[in-house]
């Protein structure tokens, strides 16, 4: 057991209450925030003269020998500590004696961790935010080659209307392009430095707080002192923004698992993203989108743990927040892996064109657009609707459908049939004449394809 504030205290901790207590096993993630910030700090410290120059310099020796040794592995980041600042203190002090121990001037273990897990969570949102550009391009080309290639549209999960392919895939655009303008939203209102916050009531020192948070790239420095040490509000919001990824990931999956069946096969998931079964040879399951449905579970967990976590917590600092970090650090890891796989999946996907146009035509997509041609001849959209009601019952009794009938039979359920109807109700002239604004219709989707390409490229 290393500690370090045994001063007041007489009797030993007993051995199952200092194992429950320690962090090292986990926080030791943010070694490398931990001594950025600390070299933050007694750079600020050292200018505003409440240490040497000399001090200084020592000081940054130090952390800069120990970031060294752990990062190629000369020294190891043991449990010996409680926790990853005890960690780095200690062997500053092993190393360079004296002026080790004014490190910790004017700062609390309460402000370093928040600050340290700011840091390590401002670049996760960056690193995800990279990720589901990644992700976009790939939904891009594969929009770009497929303006014209047509499927049905569904709702209840039955054939409504028919699309295109790229209109199906920018639905999914439109949720990852959200994803990352929320973490560029959450990285936003984060960016802002809690160190020098203290305990929680600041501190006697003549700290310039503007100068450290500008020393790591923050805004600006955080305005209440009881706040900064006990907020983990941005943790929550990359948290939920993280179960909304995994949301949309989840959906897209289970879409993905849906094409690949046997019954539907739209899809083929490459080799390199299926496994066998063990016992029936003919098996390729869609393993990595099925996983990646299932950890949307874990996620999700997170968020409500540390919702839970922080709703009974009195300001300022209490060790439960000590809480927030193996949730969050799984949650974090969890999604940046599904977003790798899933990426990759889908740029091996190959689609089976033929059978999606096929699904299209069956199913009566262009229902609609029959009404809509009856209108189009002077009928009233209610009577069209159900005209063409009575016209779906007579093709299904018949196992044909609205395409393949003659206009003779046509012309039987109403007389405003012309030679015209085959034309007005063909896939192409469905999904082409849909040109509304976010509509399937190839000219339209063309125009959002300029757009998310100029997006993207920014
Ligand atoms: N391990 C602690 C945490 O993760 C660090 C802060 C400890 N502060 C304290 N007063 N014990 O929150």
């Known amino acids: 057991m290393a500690q370090l504030w045994g001063g007041r205290f007489t009797g030993e901790t007993d051995r199952l209450a200092y194992q429950f207590n320690a962090s090292i096993n986990f926080d030791k993630r943010l070694f490398h925030q931990d001594i950025e910030g600390s070299i933050a700090h007694v750079t600020m410290l050292a200018k505003q003269g409440i240490l040497t120059e000399d001090e200084k310099e020592s000081i940054i020796q130090g952390l800069q020998g120990i970031l060294g040794d752990v990062d190629h592995g000369r020294l190891e980041i043991d449990e010996v500590c409680e926790d990853i600042h005890s960690f780095v203190e200690t062997h500053l002090i092993e190393r360079i004696g ?24 401002r670049q996760q949102v960056q690193e995800t935010d990279a990720l589901l550009k990644e992700l976009l391009g790939v939904i891009l080309a594969v929009m770009e080659e497929n303006v014209e290639t047509y499927m049905p549209g569904f709702t209840h999960l039955q054939k409504a209307q028919p699309i295109t392919l790229a209109h199906h895939y920018g639905a999914y655009f439109e949720m990852f392009r959200r994803d990352r303008q929320r973490m560029e939203d959450i990285y936003k209102r984060m960016n802002y430095c809690p160190l020098g916050a203290g305990a929680l009531a600041g501190t006697t020192y003549p700290l310039d707080r503007e100068y450290t948070a500008s020393l790591m790239g923050f805004a600006g420095a955080t305005q209440n002192s009881m706040d900064s040490v006990s907020d983990r509000d941005y943790l929550i919001e990359f948290l939920s923004a993280l179960s909304t990824i995994m949301m949309h990931l989840s959906r897209f999956s289970e879409e993905i698992i849906i094409w690949n069946s046997n019954e539907y096969q739209f899809v083929e998931i490459d080799d390199a993203y299926s496994t066998g079964s063990s016992i029936m040879p003919q098996k390729k399951n869609p393993d990595i989108a099925e996983l990646v449905r299932g950890k949307t579970g874990r996620v999700y967990g997170a968020l409500m743990s540390l ?85 779906v019952l007579y093709c299904i009794e018949k196992e044909t459908s609205i395409d393949k009938l003659s206009l003779e039979e046509l012309k039987e ?19 082409a004449k849909r040109l509304t604004i976010g509509g399937p219709g190839p000219e339209a989707m063309k125009e959002v394809i300029q757009q998310y390409k100029v997006y993207l490229n920014n």
């Open 98 to 121: 004296e002026a080790g121990k004014k490190l910790h001037t004017g700062r609390s273990r309460n402000d370093q961790v928040a600050l340290d897990m700011r840091l390590y969570t």
């Open 307 to 391: 919702l839970t976590t922080m709703k009974g917590i009195p300001l300022a600092y209490n060790k439960d927040i000590q809480e927030d970090k193996e949730v969050a650090f799984d949650a974090m890891d969890t999604v940046k892996h599904c977003l790798v796989l899933f990426t990759g999946m889908l740029r091996t996907m190959k689609f089976k064109k033929e059978r999606m146009a096929a699904s299209a035509m069956n199913g009566f997509t262009n229902a609609t657009d029959a009404a809509d041609y009856l209108v189009g001849k002077g009928v009233p959209f209610r009577d069209a609707h159900a005209i063409i009601g009575r016209l």
């Open 413 to 431: 359920i109403s007389d405003k049939f012309e030679a015209d109807i085959y034309e007005a109700v063909s896939l192409e002239t469905c999904v």
